[in-house]
């Protein structure tokens, strides 16, 4: 079978800084993976290599079988793949609605249902449509960020720490959603600090440290995993 | 105490058990929307107490207002004395309130080092810093204020071989680190932290839990939290003041917010009860 992602031993470099030391992982059609470490461990880096952002020294990143590593970012969206970024990055002079259509740029075709699909799940966003997104709180920001990605329909979606400055119900809701867009076809591949969260909607996981995969497991698997409760559950 | 009297007792600024700010029916508009209404809020010095509520419930902008970065549309604010309702930031700054970001705003192309020298000069903003930068005596100032700095990036867990990375280069995580350790490096009196542990994992929260509750017990400093991590707010806070949809909804020690039902009704949810 053709993964849906495939990193082969991937070096990602910032100048002289070794960011990804070697990184190989899969993500199969319909799964959802997480990814955790430590604050510098390269999370971040890993999805923005996937996105053609940062672009790797060594290896290789299979989309669906294909070698993406030297497309342009906006061409890695308009093949399925999209990201909602860790820090919200959202465009901050144009309105609620105006970032939405931004995500939609890469396909053709009517976006109104999916901008009512983005209202639905966030019905904030509906409230303040007309509103410049830089005077949106910072939950308010995080919800745009992910609706906006969520316009592109990607197959695979890369999120960054989509719980980060949500409210505990909005963080419940977010992992909801998840499960949701996943249960509707869309592989999932999750970066996220809230590690019990992310193996409670996750099927299988990978820790990172320091720009290498230290374990891969099923979710349950690395949920149990004495060392991971400790580094990362925040277990004594 | 009646809104008048207390406004008065903290214009006079006594350091005797009076609160080190009090704000008084803080109104803030913006275009079509109220963000805070009618709030009235006191910090008691040298205690840590947080303000919580649901995303868009105001609390981003009632910071705002105690530093000075916006001004209420009514109401008052008084720290040690001085109304600071319609203070600039850098004046609010200079009598001793420091604060972080929830965005993230550190100058992203100088050093880490550079961006903590950078947050001690707030204080010497003003008419007479251009004429302490002249005087001959700025280098000694300078090496003192480095080595000052070094001291804040070791206080706030930032190692020290990262002093010389450009502060973009850091991961999140320690983005957020070395935005406590700017806000320090003023000398504040009050500190004014957004969301200090968002984009940290359970372990590093602890760290930081730890890193206020220090801030309180060795520096005697006062500090004000905002943040949606509830093991960090019922942890170090001793009040907790709840604002949904810009009005304060509940005010209390953490065992009295965790067990109000309004508040695990607009905010809490089930996480309460786990
Ligand atoms: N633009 C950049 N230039 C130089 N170094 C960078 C850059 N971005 C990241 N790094 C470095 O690469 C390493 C990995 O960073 P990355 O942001 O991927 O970590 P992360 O796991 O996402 O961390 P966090 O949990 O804090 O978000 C770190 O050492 C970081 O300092
Ligand atoms: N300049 C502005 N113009 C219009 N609306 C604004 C402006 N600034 C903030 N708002 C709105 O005011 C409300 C309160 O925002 P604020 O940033 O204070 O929320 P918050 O409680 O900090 O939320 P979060 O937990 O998401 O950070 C939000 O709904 C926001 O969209
Ligand atoms: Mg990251
Ligand atoms: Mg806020």
Same mark, same amino acid.
């Given at each position: 079978?053709?993964?849906?992602?495939?990193? &082969?031993?991937?070096?990602?470099?910032?100048?002289?800084?070794?960011?990804?030391?070697?990184?190989?992982?899969?993500v199969?059609?319909?799964?959802?993976?997480?990814?955790?470490?430590s604050?510098?461990?390269?999370?971040?880096?890993?999805?923005?290599?996937?996105?053609?952002?940062?672009?790797?020294?060594?290896?290789?990143?299979?989309?669906?079988?294909?070698?993406?590593?030297?497309?342009?970012?906006?061409?890695v969206?308009?093949?399925?793949?999209?990201?909602?970024?860790?820090?919200?990055?959202?465009?901050?002079?144009?309105?609620?609605?105006?970032?939405?259509?931004?995500?939609?740029?890469?396909?053709?075709?009517?976006?109104?249902?999916? &901008?009512?699909?983005v209202?639905?799940?966030?019905?904030?966003?509906?409230?303040?449509?007309?509103?410049?997104?830089?005077?949106?709180?910072?939950?308010?920001q995080?919800?745009?960020?992910?609706?906006?990605?969520?316009?592109?329909?990607?197959?695979?979606l890369?999120?960054?720490?989509?719980?980060?400055g949500?409210?505990?119900?909005?963080?419940?809701?977010?992992?909801?959603?998840?499960?949701?867009?996943?249960?509707?076809?869309?592989? &999932?591949l999750?970066?996220?600090?809230?590690?019990?969260?992310?193996?409670?909607?996750?099927?299988?996981?990978?820790?990172?440290?320091?720009?290498?995969?230290?374990?891969?497991?099923?979710?349950?698997?690395?949920?149990?995993?004495?060392?991971?409760?400790?580094?990362?559950?925040?277990?004594? | 105490?009646?809104?008048?009297?207390?406004? =008065?007792?903290?214009?006079?600024?006594?350091?005797?058990?009076?609160?080190?700010?009090?704000?008084?029916?803080?109104?803030?508009?913006?275009?079509?929307?109220?963000?805070?209404?009618?709030?009235?809020?006191?910090?008691?010095?040298?205690?840590?107490?947080?303000?919580?509520?649901?995303?868009?419930?105001?609390?981003t902008?009632?910071?705002?207002?105690?530093?000075?970065?916006?001004?209420?549309?009514?109401?008052t604010?008084?720290?040690?004395?001085?109304?600071?309702?319609?203070?600039?930031?850098?004046?609010?700054?200079?009598?001793?309130?420091?604060?972080?970001?929830?965005?993230i705003?550190?100058?992203?192309?100088?050093?880490?080092?550079?961006?903590?020298?950078?947050?001690?000069?707030?204080?010497?903003?003003?008419?007479?810093?251009?004429?302490i930068?002249?005087?001959? @005596?700025?280098?000694?100032?300078?090496?003192?204020?480095?080595?000052?700095?070094?001291?804040?990036?070791?206080?706030?867990?930032?190692?020290r071989?990262?002093?010389?990375?450009?502060a973009?280069?850091?991961?999140? @995580?320690?983005?957020?680190?070395?935005?406590?350790?700017?806000?320090?490096?003023?000398?504040? +009196?009050?500190?004014?932290?957004?969301?200090?542990?968002?984009?940290?994992?359970p372990?590093?929260? +602890?760290?930081?839990?730890d890193?206020?509750?220090?801030?309180?017990?060795?520096?005697?400093?006062?500090?004000?939290?905002? =943040?949606h991590?509830m +093991?960090?707010?019922?942890?170090?806070?001793?009040?907790?003041?709840v604002?949904?949809?810009?009005? +304060?909804?509940?005010?209390?020690?953490?065992?009295?917010?965790?067990?109000?039902?309004?508040?695990?009704?607009?905010?809490?949810?089930?996480?309460?009860?786990?």
């Amino acid at each position: 079978m053709t993964h849906a992602l495939e990193l &082969v031993d991937i070096h990602t470099y910032y100048g002289k800084i070794h960011a990804l030391k070697g990184v190989s992982m899969t993500v199969d059609p319909g799964e959802v993976v997480t990814l955790i470490g430590s604050n510098g461990a390269g999370k971040s880096t890993t999805l923005r290599t996937i996105s053609a952002i940062t672009h790797a020294r060594e290896g290789k990143v299979l989309f669906n079988g294909v070698e993406i590593q030297a497309e342009k970012p906006h061409a890695v969206v308009g093949m399925g793949i999209a990201q909602a970024p860790e820090g919200r990055h959202v465009f901050t002079r144009m309105t609620v609605y105006e970032n939405l259509q931004m995500g939609a740029f890469s396909r053709s075709g009517d976006i109104a249902d999916d &901008v009512a699909r983005v209202y639905d799940l966030f019905p904030r966003l509906k409230e303040r449509r007309a509103q410049r997104a830089g005077t949106l709180s910072g939950g308010e920001q995080q919800m745009l960020a992910i609706g906006r990605a969520l316009m592109a329909k990607p197959t695979l979606l890369l999120l960054d720490e989509p719980s980060m400055g949500l409210s505990p119900i909005l963080t419940e809701q977010i992992f909801q959603i998840i499960r949701d867009i996943n249960g509707q076809g869309t592989t &999932v591949l999750l970066v996220e600090q809230n590690a019990q969260m992310a193996f409670n909607v996750a099927h299988r996981g990978y820790v990172l440290q320091t720009g290498q995969i230290i374990l891969a497991n099923t979710a349950a698997n690395l949920a149990a995993d004495p060392q991971v409760r400790q580094a990362y559950l925040g277990e004594i | 105490m009646t809104t008048e009297a207390s406004v =008065e007792a903290a214009a006079m600024g006594d350091a005797s058990g009076r609160p080190l700010l009090v704000a008084r029916a803080v109104t803030k508009a913006f275009e079509g929307l109220i963000a805070n209404r009618d709030i009235d809020f006191e910090i008691p010095r040298h205690s840590i107490v947080s303000i919580i509520g649901p995303n868009g419930a105001g609390k981003t902008t009632f910071f705002n207002q105690l530093s000075g970065v916006y001004h209420p549309t009514s109401g008052t604010i008084v720290f040690e004395g001085t109304d600071i309702s319609h203070t600039p930031p850098h004046e609010v700054a200079g009598l001793g309130v420091a604060r972080t970001y929830q965005n993230i705003r550190l100058f992203q192309n100088m050093t880490v080092l550079a961006n903590v020298m950078v947050g001690r000069h707030v204080r010497m903003h003003g008419q007479w810093y251009g004429a302490i930068a002249r005087m001959a @005596g700025i280098r000694a100032e300078e090496a003192e204020a480095e080595r000052r700095a070094f001291g804040l990036l070791e206080l706030v867990g930032l190692a020290r071989s990262t002093s010389s990375e450009l502060a973009r280069n850091l991961p999140y @995580g320690d983005q957020r680190r070395l935005e406590v350790a700017r806000a320090l490096a003023s000398d504040p +009196k009050l500190l004014l932290l957004d969301e200090p542990t968002a984009g940290m994992n359970p372990g590093e929260t +602890k760290q930081m839990t730890d890193f206020i509750a220090r801030l309180q017990r060795d520096l005697q400093l006062t500090v004000l939290l905002i =943040e949606h991590d509830m +093991k960090v707010v019922m942890g170090v806070s001793e009040r907790i003041t709840v604002l949904d949809y810009g009005e +304060k909804i509940a005010e209390g020690t953490p065992a009295e917010i965790r067990a109000n039902p309004r508040v695990i009704e607009a905010y809490l949810g089930k996480q309460a009860t786990a």
